[in-house]
């Protein structure tokens, strides 16, 4: 059975955030947050089980999270935090039809109501509440 | 179980997860920073059997979510009928993995076997 | 005595668009033979007005005849020249040289479609996935019994899905969208603004069937509502608000 070429784009065409505006640019934020994020959970479960070591085990492995590194590591936690729940909000509502617009006569240029201001300014907003919250949490663990 | 049950269970773990989250946060910065990582600090935190509880349900939540997430990620990347069944049955099973190691912790630091 | 009428002396028009040569790259590519794409370079001549399929039939005609290309209306109406111009799907009849402000126009075919040859892609897949979402009214009364009864609709009726009706299934849609970069079961963008046109008609009865369809793996599910197909649908269709809608059916946000 020949198996025909698709000519996909693949991993590159879905990874890509340019040319198609700040919407795909929030997709690709939003794939990107939700990885990291997951990431994050899954070290952090195993992290905190080091309580079950005792308070050697456990300060054992605060020497290891409480450097530089483990700081600006938990900052773009915060920073990812902030973007994947602000944006996932204006997705879920997106997807429930809230704020796209109504159908309705198209007309040249033909401008997609879809693709409006308050979807747009949403995405900006989760993008400097986050760089907000993260700039707040290195404060936090720097400053002390 | 159909696409739209799960999708449905996806976006509500995401804002119960909103919820918990915030408050898991806030309890951290009700104390200073480093104070907030001591061992004492963090035993109390869990023997404090409401934040315990909130704790198993925000694990409860982020695994399903999280996993569902990844598993969306990767049925759209190759598609197959073997491929798929063996990325979801694999996302349940990390799911199920992560959620049992994390109660391990939950349960036994909060009833004081450390 | 009638005057005899002459022809207008031809006059230099002051307003007249100045000629200027771009280069038109245009990959030759036939799966059948060859292992990779090569690329040729055509100096062409164009005035404010030639569009890109004007510039591809102008090699075509005088500089290399087996370039494959799909074209028809040249009025963005039939949807058949749809390619990547310059790194962005559009319909090559409905795009001016001039508007893209650069000297060198690069042509290729539409991603996420098989190629035939060059610039010519196959529409099977689009096609069946547009066929499964049952692209018709489904009314009993659309039956031929006897006595036919008009199926009448108010302009505000009309309103509700004639945008989505605008769809010329050009799959430019298709070729931008994220996940069908890389999921060769999703059911698209074209098909799923189509399921809900059909879906948001008054006429029409079919709405549980067409949700059953897709409420899949596949289905609308995949789509993230990254927006990339109502940013280059060339008709105003919006198949990312028709989605949304359409989605919204599904979660219980609409009945």
């Given at each position: 059975?020949?198996?025909?070429?698709?000519?996909?784009?693949?991993?590159?065409?879905?990874?890509?955030?340019?040319r198609?505006?700040?919407?795909r640019?929030?997709y690709?934020?939003?794939?990107?947050?939700?990885?990291?994020?997951?990431?994050?959970?899954?070290?952090?479960?195993?992290?905190?089980?080091?309580?079950?070591?005792g308070?050697?085990?456990?300060?054992?492995?605060l020497?290891?999270?409480?450097?530089?590194?483990g700081?600006?590591?938990?900052?773009?936690?915060?920073?990812?935090?902030v973007?994947?729940?602000?944006?996932?909000?204006?997705?879920?509502?997106?997807?429930?039809?809230?704020g796209?617009?109504?159908?309705?006569?198209?007309?040249?240029?033909?401008?997609?109501?879809?693709q409006?201001y308050?979807?747009?300014?949403?995405i900006?907003?989760?993008?400097?509440?986050?760089?907000?919250?993260?700039m707040?949490?290195l404060?936090?663990?720097f400053?002390? | 179980?159909?696409?739209?049950?799960?999708?449905k269970?996806?976006?509500?773990?995401?804002?119960?997860a909103i919820?918990?989250?915030?408050?898991?946060?806030?309890?951290r910065?009700?104390?200073?920073?480093?104070?907030?990582l001591?061992?004492?600090?963090v035993?109390?935190?869990?023997?404090?059997?409401?934040?315990?509880?909130?704790?198993?349900?925000?694990?409860?939540l982020?695994a399903?979510?999280?996993?569902?997430?990844?598993?969306?990620?990767?049925?759209?990347?190759?598609?197959?009928?073997?491929y798929?069944?063996?990325?979801?049955?694999?996302?349940?099973?990390?799911?199920?993995a992560?959620?049992?190691y994390?109660?391990r912790?939950?349960?036994?630091?909060?009833?004081?076997?450390? | 005595?009638?005057?005899?009428?002459?022809?207008?002396?031809?006059?230099?028009?002051?307003?007249?668009?100045?000629?200027?040569?771009?280069?038109?790259?245009?990959?030759?590519?036939?799966p059948?033979?060859?292992?990779k794409?090569?690329?040729i370079?055509?100096?062409?001549?164009?005035?404010?007005?030639?569009?890109?399929?004007?510039?591809?039939?102008?090699?075509?005609?005088?500089?290399?005849?087996?370039i494959?290309v799909?074209?028809?209306?040249?009025?963005?109406?039939?949807?058949?020249c749809?390619?990547?111009?310059?790194?962005?799907?559009?319909?090559?009849?409905?795009?001016k040289?001039?508007?893209?402000?650069?000297?060198?126009v690069?042509?290729?075919?539409?991603?996420?479609?098989?190629i035939?040859?060059?610039?010519?892609?196959?529409?099977d897949?689009?096609?069946?996935?547009?066929?499964?979402?049952?692209?018709?009214?489904?009314s009993e009364?659309s039956?031929?019994?006897?006595?036919?009864?008009p199926l009448?609709?108010?302009?505000?009726?009309?309103?509700?899905?004639?945008?989505?009706?605008?769809?010329?299934?050009?799959?430019?849609?298709?070729?931008?969208c994220?996940?069908?970069?890389?999921?060769?079961?999703?059911?698209?963008?074209?098909?799923?603004?189509?399921?809900?046109?059909?879906i948001?008609?008054?006429?029409?009865?079919?709405?549980?069937?067409?949700?059953?369809?897709?409420?899949?793996?596949?289905?609308i599910?995949?789509?993230?509502?990254?927006?990339?197909?109502?940013?280059?649908?060339?008709?105003?269709?919006d198949?990312?608000?028709?989605?949304?809608?359409?989605?919204?059916y599904l979660?219980?946000f609409?009945?």
């Amino acid at each position: 059975m020949s198996t025909v070429d698709e000519n996909k784009e693949g991993i590159r065409g879905m990874a890509n955030p340019t040319r198609y505006g700040i919407e795909r640019l929030a997709y690709w934020l939003m794939r990107l947050s939700g990885l990291g994020l997951l990431a994050y959970f899954v070290a952090h479960i195993y992290e905190t089980s080091m309580i079950l070591k005792g308070k050697v085990g456990w300060d054992e492995f605060l020497v290891m999270t409480q450097t530089t590194e483990g700081h600006v590591i938990l900052a773009l936690v915060i920073g990812m935090s902030v973007f994947h729940t602000v944006n996932g909000i204006r997705v879920m509502l997106g997807q429930g039809g809230v704020g796209v617009g109504k159908p309705g006569r198209a007309d040249y240029p033909y401008i997609s109501k879809s693709q409006n201001y308050r979807h747009k300014i949403t995405i900006y907003s989760a993008i400097v509440l986050a760089a907000i919250a993260m700039m707040y949490g290195l404060a936090v663990m720097f400053g002390e | 179980m159909r696409e739209s049950h799960i999708m449905k269970i996806h976006y509500g773990t995401a804002l119960a997860a909103i919820a918990f989250v915030a408050i898991h946060i806030l309890m951290r910065m009700t104390q200073n920073f480093a104070e907030s990582l001591e061992y004492e600090s963090v035993i109390a935190n869990y023997q404090y059997l409401p934040y315990a509880g909130m704790l198993e349900i925000i694990l409860i939540l982020l695994a399903i979510h999280g996993f569902n997430g990844l598993r969306t990620i990767l049925i759209e990347l190759k598609q197959g009928r073997m491929y798929e069944k063996a990325v979801s049955y694999g996302c349940v099973a990390a799911m199920v993995a992560v959620i049992a190691y994390g109660s391990r912790t939950i349960f036994m630091t909060s009833m004081g076997i450390v | 005595m009638a005057q005899i009428p002459t022809l207008a002396e031809e006059k230099t028009n002051s307003l007249a668009s100045p000629a200027k040569t771009i280069t038109l790259r245009i990959p030759k590519f036939n799966p059948a033979t060859d292992s990779k794409k090569t690329w040729i370079d055509f100096q062409i001549p164009c005035q404010k007005w030639t569009t890109v399929l004007d510039a591809i039939l102008e090699a075509k005609n005088y500089l290399d005849h087996s370039i494959a290309v799909r074209y028809s209306c040249r009025q963005a109406t039939c949807g058949s020249c749809g390619m990547i111009i310059n790194g962005r799907p559009k319909l090559a009849c409905f795009t001016k040289i001039s508007e893209l402000d650069s000297d060198t126009v690069k042509v290729e075919p539409m991603n996420n479609f098989p190629i035939i040859r060059d610039l010519a892609v196959s529409f099977d897949r689009m096609f069946k996935t547009h066929k499964s979402i049952k692209p018709f009214v489904i009314s009993e009364d659309s039956e031929i019994t006897g006595k036919t009864i008009p199926l009448l609709q108010t302009p505000e009726e009309v309103d509700k899905y004639i945008q989505f009706a605008n769809c010329i299934k050009c799959g430019l849609c298709n070729s931008v969208c994220p996940t069908m970069a890389t999921d060769s079961s999703f059911v698209g963008p074209q098909a799923l603004a189509q399921a809900y046109r059909y879906i948001a008609d008054n006429r029409d009865k079919g709405k549980d069937d067409r949700l059953k369809i897709i409420d899949d793996s596949h289905g609308i599910w995949r789509c993230h509502f990254a927006g990339s197909c109502s940013q280059v649908c060339p008709k105003g269709v919006d198949p990312a608000m028709g989605i949304q809608l359409l989605r919204g059916y599904l979660l219980g946000f609409r009945s």
